[in-house]
């Protein structure tokens, strides 16, 4: 249920109406990127829901989202807790959101539906690589079910 799994965001949603109260009430971990302390709170929380309160977390481990909706490079935080807590990845490639959201828009610029697709990828587990053949595991398999367009150049 919804209880098992918490999001980590940026912290300037905080301030999006509605989304940062939602964001707070939920428990969710808020990461201030300008501030390496918050950046090691982050790290330690998230390790502890992986590994011992057995709470999924949801990463975005680009930082950002895309201006041209290709995939950009990735931050190594989301790698760095599973790595630590021995946790599985599973991969999921959102499709086309660009077309749905650009940048800088705070709500959706034309319906979805026959636009956007997600594609949830096989589980990639930690044990037995580094952090940084996690990453480019996870990396591999988003890049396979994002479009041309999407895809890095």
């Given at each position: 249920?919804?209880?098992?799994?918490?999001?980590?965001?940026?912290?300037?949603?905080?301030?999006?109406?509605?989304?940062?109260?939602?964001?707070?009430?939920?428990?969710?971990?808020?990461?201030?990127?300008?501030?390496?302390k918050?950046?090691?709170?982050?790290?330690?929380?998230?390790?502890?829901?992986?590994?011992?309160?057995?709470?999924?977390?949801?990463?975005?481990?680009?930082?950002?989202?895309?201006?041209?909706?290709?995939?950009?490079?990735?931050?190594?935080?989301?790698?760095?807790?599973?790595?630590?807590a021995?946790?599985?990845?599973?991969?999921?490639?959102i499709?086309?959101?660009?077309?749905?959201m650009?940048?800088?828009?705070?709500?959706?610029?034309k319906?979805?539906?026959?636009?956007?697709?997600?594609?949830?990828?096989?589980?990639?587990?930690?044990?037995?690589?580094?952090?940084?053949?996690?990453?480019?595991?996870?990396?591999?398999?988003?890049?396979?079910?994002?479009?041309?367009d999407?895809?890095?150049?």
């Open positions: 249920g919804w209880r098992n799994y918490k999001l980590v965001s940026k912290k300037e949603l905080g301030i999006v109406p509605i989304l940062g109260s939602a964001i707070r009430a939920g428990g969710n971990i808020m990461v201030d990127r300008s501030d390496r918050s950046q090691l709170k982050t790290l330690k929380q998230g390790i502890n829901y992986l590994k011992k309160e057995g709470i999924h977390l949801c990463t975005f481990p680009e930082g950002t989202r895309s201006r041209t909706g290709r995939l950009l490079k990735f931050k190594n935080g989301a790698f760095k807790m599973a790595h630590k021995g946790a599985p990845i599973i991969p999921v490639s499709i086309n959101s660009h077309k749905v650009p940048t800088g828009w705070m709500f959706a610029m319906p979805s539906y026959k636009t956007a697709r997600i594609v949830v990828h096989e589980p990639v587990e930690s044990e037995g690589k580094t952090e940084e053949e996690l990453a480019e595991a996870v990396r591999e398999s988003l890049i396979r079910g994002l479009g041309e999407q895809k890095p150049l």
